[in-house]
């Protein structure tokens, strides 16, 4: 298994910045794609940006240009780099990692993070 835990949300003004961190433990090794997503209120889960085990990047639309993913291979660690926040970017966000145990593929979440952009 794979467990995962984020950190580096908060508030912040428009304009501002988070670097969001997601922490992997466990069956690290497996680890396909991690990735992030952000879910609003009142609003479905959305894939904000990920990367892959060969360092494949991927961004939404409403992000590209302004959010940046990363990775420490050797800390276990996935990044969010959020720039020019927009109020629109407030939702909580959740790190992800897809992954194959016994040939099943497997997804795990992380508890999520909050992100709150004022205007």
């Known amino acids: 298994q794979v467990q995962l835990v984020e950190s580096g949300g908060g508030l912040v003004q428009a304009g501002g910045s988070l670097r969001l961190s997601c922490a992997a433990s466990?069956?690290?090794?497996?680890?396909?794609?991690m990735g992030w997503y952000r879910q609003a209120p009142g609003k479905e889960r959305e894939l904000v940006a990920s990367?892959?085990?060969?360092?494949?990047?991927y961004y939404g639309s409403s992000v590209r240009g302004r959010f940046t993913i990363s990775r420490d291979i050797c800390k276990n660690t996935v990044y969010l780099q959020t720039n020019s926040l927009k109020p629109e970017d407030t939702a909580v966000y959740y790190c992800?990692?897809?992954?194959?145990?016994?040939?099943?593929?497997?997804?795990?979440w992380g508890q999520g993070t909050q992100v709150t952009v004022s205007s």
């Open positions: 466990g069956s690290i090794f497996s680890i396909n794609v």
């Open positions: 990367i892959t085990r060969g360092g494949i990047t």
């Open positions: 992800n990692a897809d992954y194959n145990l016994s040939g099943a593929v497997f997804r795990s």
